[in-house]
């Protein structure tokens, strides 16, 4: 089994998210999050290793797929981590009208590039 940055090699994807499978608000690949002004180091120290690769990653504002490639994990996982940092305020969804922007589309093109 390849190693992946995000997670240990022993921890398969569904036990990082405790059996779930979906989550209530579905998330698309283009969906830019960040931490904005929120991060909060001793914060990122508790979370599990997944959940704080995502969040040291999202310090600088990037789409769900390219959290996904950049912490090595499937996006059906990053989806549900993100959604977790959501709902206890601590990652800002940002407004989708600005990925009209040609640097961001090519950033996004990029990064599902990497997921190939």
């Known amino acids: 089994m390849a190693r992946r940055p995000g997670l240990h090699w022993k921890v398969r994807p569904y036990m990082t998210a405790r059996g779930r499978t979906s989550s209530r608000n579905p998330l698309l690949v283009h969906t830019l999050v960040s931490t904005g002004d929120r991060y909060d180091p001793v914060l990122a120290a508790s979370l599990a290793p997944a959940s704080r690769s995502l969040y040291e990653q999202a310090r600088r504002m990037c789409s769900v797929a390219e959290l996904s490639a950049a912490c090595g994990l499937p996006l059906g996982l990053?989806?549900?981590l993100i959604n977790d940092l959501?709902?206890?305020?601590?990652l800002v969804v940002h407004d989708a009208r600005s990925s009209q922007d040609l640097a961001l589309l090519e950033r996004l093109r990029a990064g599902l590039l990497r997921l190939t």
């Open 78 to 80: 990053t989806r549900l």
């Open 86 to 90: 959501l709902k206890i305020g601590q």
